[in-house]
């Protein structure tokens, strides 16, 4: 699967999660969903470190090279302007 898809996944995964779980769990005040959306976030927002790296040289694809993020991972590395 290419990166982009892979990162295209996990920005609709995250939307999901905002409409299922966070936005519930404000308007009612359920304290067992709060958790589960704040569980969720971190659990994304852990994993994406690890799965949007560059298969060529292993750094981070959303990251450049001065150490900015950016919000997406384009189609070639920052680092070695590998493709993915």
Do not use: D
């Not at 852990?46 to 991972?73: D, E, H, I, M």
């Amino acid at each position: 699967m290419k990166l982009e898809t892979k990162h295209n996944l996990w920005g609709l995964t995250t939307i999901v999660g905002v409409f299922a779980l966070a936005i519930p769990a404000i308007e009612t005040g359920n304290k067992l969903l709060l958790a589960a959306s704040l569980l969720w976030f971190l659990l994304l927002g852990t994993l994406q470190f690890r799965w949007f790296r560059c298969p060529n040289c292993g750094k981070l694809a959303f990251q450049t090279p001065k150490g900015l993020y950016v919000p997406s991972v384009g189609t070639r590395c920052r680092h070695c302007a590998a493709s993915y």
